[in-house]
């Protein structure tokens, strides 16, 4: 807890004290010091300032400034044991605890704690987008987040947590960043991790390919006044085009330790970290705070501003005056309002007025462009000294692919073929693993045949748990297939081009290049791809990136376009997916431009994307990639799409008629005493079959539907399967497999079943008129749950994500419409 909010006659231990500079050092001179006990001895009576008693001798201390001093007080011991031991390591927790019976009195607790809470180190990751954060981030942590070579990969902040020798690091990833102005929601996103919950230290990642640019935003850092290390990253790529750069005179030039690292191999991380516990014991050589020099002219108007806000003391607690005196000069609203509460608020704007329209006077430019320009001076100035480019083009390869697919005429082709290929492969690769999935299964359901009672039981065993969620597993390496496909365009570099290259398309369309990785990335799974819509700076372009996403053709789909399409089609499969996905595509065009005209009005963003080199992925990024696809897709596979086989074999199975029952039975009988064919008795078992599922509690459900999908050629069978179809897609397959697998089809597969199944009229259910139709409405209808609340979450109003499950309901009803009459006619 805070000092702040001790109360009289408490004591507490001090543990951390933040703030910085002279606010800092003048605390820690007058005693409170880490390990220090502290009492509050009488608070004042409005509560400012408070008499506390350290070493022996009484200070008082102004509440704003009793905040920056982090304490543990006795009363804290026991919550801190309880709550704690659900956060903490265990090998750490278990230390931790016998240490505490062994402890004597309540004074060597406190400090104990004090010890162990100061060994807790809050760090940050900042940098560009695209330079490593979150690949440092995993090898740190032990993580899995998505990295990928674009940037906007990471959207929102991720926690991990490390223990490296006797210190615990909190480690917080954040999105990339170009710098600390705040014009787009990551900038906003990282200004507020650092000023509202200070780190202890920041890692700033910079891409050692790229140092110039990287190195404005870690300008700003110094402006700060942050403590800070500096993860040269990429350092491999900066080794091998032969640069020389003479790294240790840079960080002593800006007084911050540089440690090269190569984040995805995880080279240098033990020494980054060394690093940051120097920074934070306040032991390292290096670390001196600096100012950026931006020139006799504007250093003298910096000064004035911050002579005007040193008058107000509790400006500049936590915050550097003279940042602040550089951002109000740069009229950034944030800095704007962190002084609003000030009493001589109305004296520093008036002082920044005269003194900004100074610097425009004398440069010709505002000054935002002018503070940039004196920046990258700056940077230039520093690399001048210890920085020499190398003979090697490293660049070479990628200009010259580039020069390739983003041809005037070839990309699009290429995109498209690659596109293709995409699906083509993801179709027919997939088929041989999982021929052999399907034996494993075919094992198990022989194995309970045999072995198991007849009855209830069993019936939910075969029919519900192997033949529901069976059936979806066994698409398991399609998907796979699919995810390797995306995670090698993403980790490549080709999707920034692909997003390059449909700029102009998406321009069309009233988009923008950004919205494009979404769009792709739906292809996986819409509720990533919905939240990665964060990456589009304008609320209406978001917005329709948002709605038109679920018309993207999520993985989850991919099944049953595999089960359907090998159901009717032999030879033309991948092209069928295909087209699937391209009407998918031509949707998306449609609705937004529609969207845009009757919706939401105009926005003009430009296009700003970084186009990083081409980069070969390493195996491991593959196989994490990969391996957190199989178990999400198996956890999923254990949890809802288990939960809803059991419930819908649960709706088909009951009520049971012992009435009917006993009549099949009888006529069983009769047959086998009249010496009737195995044929003639499987039939009578399926008329069975037939006549409990019409009449159990599905069959209600779906008869009660099936008027409404009837026009386009369903049954009530499948009008059941795609009301289950709306938690998740994969369901669609469970019911599929519960409703259409019966006794008569003994051990044939479901694709098998729904080949054999017949209408009343003893045509085949699944005819290609049919099975289109109902290709193009599961492509269409229903956002799948997850999907709904994401786009509820982001776009921030319920009203979206209901608008969402409307349209894409109705235009899967009139697409599959004409194409059930249309095709039918042939
Ligand atoms: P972030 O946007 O800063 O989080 O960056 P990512 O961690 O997503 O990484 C961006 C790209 O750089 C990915 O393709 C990584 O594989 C690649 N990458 C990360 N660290 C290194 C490194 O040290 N060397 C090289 N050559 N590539 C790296
Ligand atoms: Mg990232």
């Not at 956060?87 to 605890?97: E, I, N, Q, T």
């Not at 900066?238 to 790294?247: A, P, T, V, Y």
């Not at 083009?393 to 020069?403: E, K």
Request: some cysteine.
């Amino acid at each position: 807890m805070r000092l702040s909010d001790l109360l009289p006659g408490q004591k507490g231990i001090i543990v951390k004290v933040r703030g910085r500079g002279y606010f800092r050092k003048r605390i820690m001179e007058m005693g409170f010091v880490y390990g220090q006990e502290v009492e509050t001895i009488v608070k004042a009576p409005l509560q400012d300032p408070t008499q506390y008693k350290v070493m022996d001798y009484e200070v008082s201390l102004r509440e704003s400034e009793a905040e920056l001093i982090e304490v543990v007080t006795e009363g804290e011991i026991n919550i801190y044991s309880q709550e704690r031991h659900h956060h903490f390591d265990k090998v750490y927790d278990g230390y931790r605890r016998s240490f505490y019976h062994s402890l004597v009195t309540d004074s060597d607790k406190l400090l104990k704690i004090a010890s162990e809470q100061r060994h807790i180190i809050n760090v940050l990751l900042v940098g560009n987008p695209n330079s490593g954060k979150t690949s440092l981030f995993n090898v740190a942590a032990g993580k899995h987040e998505r990295v990928g070579n674009y940037s906007g990969v990471t959207v929102n902040a991720k926690e991990g947590r490390i223990k490296y020798k006797d210190y615990i690091f909190n480690l917080v990833d954040l999105p990339g960043t170009y710098s600390l102005s705040t014009c787009s929601p990551e900038e906003v996103c990282v200004r507020k991790q650092i000023f509202e919950s200070p780190p202890d230290v920041i890692i700033n990642v910079v891409a050692a390919s790229n140092l110039k640019r990287n190195l404005y935003l870690t300008t700003q850092l110094i402006d700060i006044d942050a403590s800070m290390v500096i993860a040269l990253n990429m350092y491999d790529e900066l080794k091998k085009s032969g640069d020389i750069f003479d790294h240790e005179h840079l960080a002593e030039m800006i007084g911050c330790p540089i440690v090269p690292t190569v984040a995805r191999l995880g080279r240098g991380i033990k020494e980054l970290f060394d690093k940051v516990i120097e920074i934070y014991e306040g032991k390292s050589s290096i670390a001196r705070h600096i100012h950026i020099n931006y020139g006799t002219e504007i250093e003298t108007e910096i000064q004035h501003i911050k002579d005007v806000i040193c008058k107000e003391d509790i400006l500049g607690r936590d915050i550097s005056r003279r940042y602040l005196s550089i951002q109000l000069l740069e009229y950034d609203k944030i800095a704007e309002m962190t002084i609003q509460h000030s009493p001589n608020i109305n004296e520093i704007l008036a002082e920044r007025d005269i003194r900004a329209q100074y610097i425009e006077n004398d440069f010709r430019e505002n000054t935002e462009t002018v503070f940039a320009n004196a920046r990258y001076g700056f940077i230039r100035g520093a690399l001048k000294e210890t920085y020499q480019k190398g003979k090697n083009d490293r660049l070479r390869l990628t200009h010259l692919i580039d020069r390739i697919v983003m041809h005037k005429f070839w990309s699009y082709p290429i995109f498209f073929m690659l596109m293709f290929i995409m699906f083509e492969c993801t179709f027919s690769f997939g088929r041989y693993p999982m021929k052999w999935i399907e034996w494993i299964i075919n094992r198990m359901d022989e194995y309970v045949e045999i072995y198991m009672m007849d009855g209830a039981l069993k019936e939910l065993l075969v029919n519900g748990i192997i033949g529901g969620v069976g059936n979806v597993i066994l698409f398991l390496p399609n998907i796979i297939i699919l995810y390797l496909f995306i995670s090698l365009m993403e980790d490549t570099g080709y999707m920034a081009r692909a997003a390059f290259i449909m700029d102009k398309l998406m321009h069309k369309i009233g988009l923008h290049g950004k919205s494009f990785i979404p769009l792709v990335m739906g292809f996986g799974c819409n509720v990533p791809a919905i939240m990665n819509t964060r990456v589009i700076e304008g609320y209406s372009t978001r917005l329709i990136t948002m709605l038109i996403n679920p018309l993207i053709s999520c993985s989850a789909r991919l099944p049953i376009y595999i089960l359907l399409i090998g159901a009717f089609s032999r030879n033309y499969g991948g092209l069928i997916l295909f087209l699937l996905y391209v009407t998918g595509i031509l949707l998306v065009v449609l609705m937004s431009l529609l969207f845009k005209k009757f919706l939401i009005k105009d926005e003009n963003l430009p296009f700003v994307m970084e186009l990083p080199p081409y980069r070969l992925p390493t195996w491991n990024a593959i196989r994490r990639h990969v391996w957190s696809r199989i178990s999400q897709y198996l956890r999923k596979m254990g949890g809802i799409i288990l939960i809803a086989a059991i419930v819908i074999w649960f709706l088909e199975y009951y009520p049971q008629n012992e009435k009917r029952n006993q009549y099949y039975e009888r006529k069983i009988t009769k047959l086998v005493l009249q010496a009737g064919s195995e044929e003639q008795i499987s039939y009578i078992r399926m008329q069975q079959n037939e006549e409990q599922k019409r009449n159990s509690f599905i069959g209600c459900i779906g008869c009660f539907i099936e008027p409404l999908v009837r026009p386009l050629g369903f049954d009530w069978k499948i009008a059941t399967c795609l009301i289950s179809g709306i938690p998740a897609k994969e369901i669609i397959i469970s019911t599929l497999g519960i409703l259409y697998t019966n006794a008569k089809n003994g051990n044939s597969s479901l694709k098998q079943c729904l080949q054999m199944e017949l209408d009343t009229n003893g045509n085949p259910v699944f005819s290609p008129s049919k099975t289109l139709s109902l290709l193009f409405f599961v492509l269409l209808y229903f956002p799948c749950i997850a999907t709904i609340a994401s786009i509820k979450n982001e776009s921030g109003k319920w009203e979206w994500a209901l608008f969402a499950v409307g349209y894409t309901t109705l235009l899967a009803w009139i697409i599959s419409f004409v194409i059930y009459r249309v095709s039918s006619l042939f």
